[in-house]
């Protein structure tokens, strides 16, 4: 992927920089006219000039390149879509009563902060208690998890951006990203399409976690510029 840094634009908007990814991997099963034998070939080029005879585990070894070349696209495409969408609504600034203190404390919430913090704006609460989430606005995915013996629909993988800004912990008074996981939980007796409709699944919310990583990083900029 080659890479040119322009400078950013005089308006204050980022500047797109200009770079490419391209991705090619041809994979084909023939036989062979002389022997008669199925035969595994591969190319990584648009004419086939590197055309040639491969194992399965070199097209296994090759594949892992072109998914990341493949991620490389949808790290630019997010990033074309960061830099060119408006600018959401600005964030919205409360206050609550503090339940150690008894005084008034204010917050402003993360960008796209999904919380409904009335409770707290109408009850004493305290402090560290204060949260707010942006959470995945992508159509949630549910795989069949078996834990009791009887498999049942379970979401997976997926992704939350959390702010606590009175918490007693560093890391959690800045924007931060919580993944949804299950362990050790299996899913079972998968035929190849049941095993393919899993991969297809966890690609699906992989893409979704790429937002949620731009997202993030959009978020956590706002924040921290804010606080300086």
């Given at each position: 992927m080659n890479t040119k840094v322009q400078a950013e634009a005089s308006t204050g908007t980022p500047a797109i920089q200009d770079q490419s990814s391209t991705t090619i991997f041809h994979v084909e099963t023939m036989t062979d006219l002389d022997t008669g034998q199925p035969t595994l070939v591969a190319s990584?080029?648009?004419?086939?000039g590197d055309l040639q005879v491969v194992t399965a585990d070199q097209v296994l070894n090759e594949a892992g390149k072109a998914h990341k070349k493949v991620d490389d696209a949808v790290r630019l495409a997010l990033q074309f879509q960061a830099a060119t969408t408006p600018a959401p609504?600005?964030?919205?600034t409360w206050t609550f009563t503090d339940r150690d203190t008894s005084?008034?404390?204010?917050?402003?919430?993360?960008?796209?902060?999904?919380?409904?913090?009335?409770h707290s704006i109408d009850n004493p609460v305290f402090a560290v208690d204060v949260v707010c989430w942006n959470t995945?606005?992508?159509?949630p995915r549910t795989l069949p998890v078996n834990e009791t013996g009887t498999p049942e629909d379970l979401y997976v993988l997926s992704t939350v951006i959390a702010?606590?800004?009175?918490?007693?912990?560093?890391?959690r008074r800045i924007p931060h990203a919580r993944v949804e996981i299950l362990e050790d939980h299996f899913i079972e007796d998968l035929d190849p399409d049941g095993l393919q409709a899993v991969i297809d699944t966890v690609e699906l919310r992989l893409t979704a976690m790429r937002h949620r990583h731009a997202e993030l990083?959009?978020?956590r900029n706002e924040y921290l510029g804010r606080q300086a």
């Open positions: 990584t080029q648009g004419n086939h609504p600005a964030p919205t005084t008034r404390r204010s917050v402003t919430c993360i960008a796209g902060c999904t919380t409904d913090h009335q995945d606005s992508s159509e702010c606590e800004p009175f918490s007693d912990k560093a890391a990083i959009r978020v």
